[in-house]
Every structure is written in structure tokens, then in C-alpha cells.
């Protein structure tokens, strides 16, 4: 059965009549399988974003073990503000903090090596409150929707802020998404020859930040048509749920509200990282359809 | 009959051994289908580029058609000499003489604005020498080595220096390959809304210039993935190609030497905008497979 996870409701209809609106062959609606394109933000979308992202908890570990080879780090401002998790710090130091960051924990190495490393750490790292692995914290309704879209002919993709590396680690095994079709945000690749073997190098540079505007940016960019449908659950996804909205034909845009702190967690407008506000205010507005995880889902891990 | 334009021969031969040793269920080089990436250069190795690549026959008709509506842009030196094609006084104008050109002509509208200019001059423009429409000037062997690969579980991209858009216009219909499968050259895309409808803007601004090591870090970026197979025609090609060899186990790099000015165009080192010069000299050295299109093609176009 298929949605089995998704309470009956307003939120599980909307799905399921949608997709047969595009899928109904002949219909004055239908959209052939090629141009049956589902994009979902990943972190708060598809799994848990609570305390904070699961890209922080890879980078303080990454930056635990980076500084225990290398003492000097504890003495940057912005190792020390991460490792002694003062965040008010952290903060102080900006963009220019976080950058020393990532660059120290996302770059300097070959994608391989990286990779390597990520798989390594996800294997091992779990959720402060769940106790879970990080990676069994995916969500089983929007699993069992991956899998029913593509079901019904669609191609799903992730748009995420997260670090395209980190999710391509596990998405597949855990999403059925294949590497190719994760986009979100990246260092620049540097092609060499190391030890006579050619690699691409991750270089302490922001490529793309996947964000806000970035969403539809970088779906034109990758994928190069408008998505029918998107799956988002902040302000940053915004402006990709317009673009898919403002395509031709049906569109459905859907919006994750997390209001359930028994089951997961309750929040919105005060996740400073990742702020829900405008979406909410104004889903009506652009015909954006809010699923609530209390009410909709039935369950909420695999 | 599968690559039944390809002549029997070493070309022909390292094609079907190397598909059937990494296709074999079992067999100890074996990679499932996800892992079977194959990625083409377009221009030269998909289809004819000669006497110059279609995308300057693609400016020079939009640059008439923008000077025609507004003739003060014939005073401007870029477009003076694309008009009165001075290809000396083009390149004397550099960079900055291009980049004007292209942004005046591939930019400052929609992505959906763009795709019906490109569609409506593919479907009338046609090559000088040959007669026959651009978008039938793609190879025959060519088609059918796609369609090989797909059928044996292989995805099949273009990674080129054209530009994206202009390669989506075409791609679908003339190789099977869809258009998040096409990753090109491309201007920066702005995310706005237009009359209340969100739209990407293509801005004026260079986003990745996709040739030589720009080729291997747009598949990290896009793809996540080492090709298997890489096919180019060019010393552009040459960094995908030796990424692609750098891979564990078996890997297929071919390059398309153009030596046959009867059926086609013969030429390589002496091509200014995109010669054939170092990947020829050290085939050998890097194990690539030089494709004769005189020896190994029973036939040249669609």
C-alpha cells in the first residue's frame, strides 16, 4: 500500500491526486515521465534538522579530530568557538569564521578521500535525543513518497543547503536518490595530477552556497526544467516552491511544518539557522500546501 | 544490429569487449548499472564543427537579428567584426569582445525565452557545406554508440564547451539524452519574478566555461561519479579522458581523430579554436583509443 505512513487527510489527498492529474494518459493535465520532475530540500525536509543540522555535528567531529593532530587549531577563534560550542562566538566570527570551517573539514582532500571519511562517520554518528544513527534518521512517510513518485514515472531530486558531498554518501542507500541527482551547496573542484593519478581536488572555496535564490538557480543549471512538484520546510526553500508553482500546468508545492515535539520536534520561526516564517505567512498566498507531521504522518522514522 | 555504421576493427573491438567485460554479472570487472557513466563531448564528437562550431553560427545569426532591431550596435568593434566576420579584428578584441557578443546574445532573457529562440533557428539553419540542418549534421555511429551503451545499462551525458542551453534545445531529439544529462558551457542564472511570475533570468555573466580541467570538475560537481567511458575529439577533452582512465578498473577513453575531408572535414592540430594536438601525441601514453572516423565509419551523418 502505497503512502502507508501518511494519515488520511487533506495533505495525503492533495499528493495522490495530484499525481493523477499528470499521470493520466490522454488527460487534459498529463505530463509525459521526462518532464516529471520532484525536487525535495533534504535537511528538515527528509530528516531530522533538530538540534541543529547534521552537517554541524560531522564538522565539530571532523574539527575535534583535526585539532587533536594539529593543537594550533584550538588556538583559531573559530576552532575554539565550535569545539567549546559557543555558538554567541561563533556567530561574532561570520561568514569568514565559517569558511575557515569548512574549508578545513570540506577541502584539502580529493573527493575520494572525502567521501571515505563521510561514509565512515555516518556509519558511527547518531542523534543526541534519538540515540538513532544520524542516517536512520530519515523520514518514513517522505521515503515512502520518494518511492511512490517514482513509482508513477517521476525522477526525484534533492536541493538542499547541505553540503552535496555529505548527502551523496548516503542518499541512495537511504533515499533510492542516485549521486547524480543531489545538488546542494559545494566547494570548488580542482582537477590534478597526484602521484600520477588524476583526482579532483576539494578546494577551500565556496562553489555554490543552495540556498534561497541558489534553489532555482542551481535547478536550472542541473536539471534544466521546471520541477512539477517541490517538497520544502523553510523560507529557504521559498523561492524554488515559487518557480515550481509558476510553471504551466498543475504544480504542487508542499511544506513541512514540524509541530510535533513529541514524536520529533516543534519549531519555526525561532530556528535562527533555518527559519520557517514567510513561507508559512504566505502559503495560502502562493498555493503552497502545508503538511503537518503531527497530523499527516502516522509514523515519522524508518 | 547494434553499431552496425561502425566498420569491424581494433575501434569497433574495444568498444564491444570493453561493454561486455564491465557489463558481465559476476564477472571480476564488473560494475553495476548505477556506477555506468559514460560522457561525450558534443561539438566535434557528436556532431560537425567545422568549418566553425554551430554555436558561432548560432551568435553571428542572433547578433544580425539584435543589430538589425538596433543598428547602433553595429559601431560596437565585438559586433562589427562578428558581422563583417573579421576574425582577426574578433580575436583582437579578446575576452572582453566575446564575452559582449555572448552575454548580448545568450543572456538578458528567460531560460524559456532562450529554448524557443534556439528551437526556432535549429529548426531552419543549415550547414554551409553540407546543406542538411544543423541538428542533422550529428553522427550516425555515433547515435547508435549511445543508444549501445544505454541498452546495456549505461547514462549517457554530454559534457561540452557549447552551451548548455543550446544543447538542451536539441539533445533529447537528436541523442535520447535528456536535458539534466547535457552539462555545457553556461552564463549565470538570476532567480526573479516577472509580471508575478518567477522566472530564471539568464544574466550576463559567465558561469563555467566548460573545457579541458573545467570538464572533470563539472562531472564532480554534476555527475558525483568517475566515468567508465569518455569519447572527445579534442585536447579540451583530454583532462576528462585522463580522469576517466585514473578510475580502478577497466576504462574506455576514445578520441575522434577527423581524418577524412571526403565524407567530412580532415583536420586536428592546425583548428585554432579547438585543436587536436597533445591528446594525439600521447594516446598511447594515457591508453586512449584513437578512432579514425576514415577507417572505423561505414557512415558519417544520420
Same mark, same amino acid.
Given at each position: ?11 495525503? $489527498?492533495? /499528493?495522490? #491526486? ?24 533534504? !535537511? ?6 533538530? %538540534?541543529?543540522?547534521?552537517?554541524? &555535528?560531522?564538522?565539530? !567531529? ?8 594539529? %593543537? ?44 571515505? /571519511? ?8 547518531? @542523534? +543526541? =535525543? ?7 534518521? *530519515? ?14 514515472? &517521476?525522477? *526525484? ?19 533510492? /536518490? ?19 593519478? +588524476? @583526482? ?8 555554490? &552556497? ?11 543549471? @542541473?536539471?534544466?526544467?521546471? +520541477? ?6 523553510? #523560507? ?13 500546468? %498543475? ?20 530556528? =535562527?539557522? $533555518? +527559519? ?11 498555493? /503552497? *500546501? ?13
Amino acid at each position: 500500500m502505497a503512502l502507508e505512513s501518511w494519515n488520511d487527510g487533506v495533505s495525503k $489527498s492533495a /499528493i495522490v #491526486d495530484f499525481v493523477a492529474r499528470v499521470t493520466k494518459d490522454g488527460g487534459a493535465q498529463y505530463f509525459p515521465p521526462p518532464e516529471r520532475v520532484a525536487v525535495f530540500d533534504n !535537511d528538515g525536509t527528509l530528516w531530522c534538522e533538530q %538540534p541543529i543540522h547534521v552537517q554541524i &555535528f560531522f564538522l565539530i !567531529d571532523r574539527a575535534k579530530e583535526l585539532a587533536a593532530r594539529d %593543537p594550533a587549531l584550538k588556538e583559531r577563534p573559530a576552532f575554539r568557538a565550535l569545539l567549546e560550542r559557543d555558538f554567541g562566538a561563533l556567530l561574532a566570527n561570520g561568514k569568514q569564521g565559517a569558511m575557515e570551517l569548512f574549508a578545513a573539514t570540506h577541502a584539502g582532500m580529493s573527493e575520494d578521500e572525502f567521501e571515505a /571519511i563521510a561514509r565512515s562517520w555516518l556509519a558511527s554518528a547518531r @542523534h +543526541p =535525543k534519538f540515540g538513532r544513527l544520524f542516517k536512520q534518521c *530519515t523520514y518514513r512517510p517522505q521515503v515512502e513518497l520518494l518511492g511512490y513518485l517514482r513509482d508513477n514515472g &517521476f525522477k *526525484t531530486y534533492i536541493v538542499s543547503g547541505g553540503g552535496v558531498d555529505l548527502m551523496r554518501a548516503f542518499a541512495e542507500e537511504a533515499y533510492g /536518490i542516485a549521486r547524480e541527482q543531489v545538488i546542494g551547496s559545494s566547494m570548488k573542484l580542482r582537477f590534478e595530477i597526484k602521484e600520477g593519478r +588524476p @583526482h579532483l581536488m576539494k578546494v577551500g572555496e565556496l562553489g555554490s &552556497f543552495d540556498d534561497h535564490e541558489a534553489k532555482p538557480a542551481n535547478i536550472g543549471l @542541473h536539471i534544466g526544467r521546471r +520541477p512539477l512538484l517541490a517538497f520544502g520546510n523553510s #523560507d529557504g526553500d521559498l523561492e524554488m516552491m515559487r518557480y515550481t508553482k509558476g510553471g504551466a500546468g %498543475p504544480r504542487l508545492a508542499l511544506l513541512l511544518h514540524h509541530d510535533d515535539a513529541e514524536r520529533e520536534f516543534a519549531y519555526d520561526r525561532e530556528f =535562527k539557522l $533555518s +527559519p520557517l516564517s514567510e513561507a508559512l505567512d504566505k502559503a495560502d498566498e502562493y498555493g /503552497i *500546501t502545508v503538511v503537518s507531521m503531527n497530523r499527516d504522518w502516522k509514523a515519522i522514522f524508518e
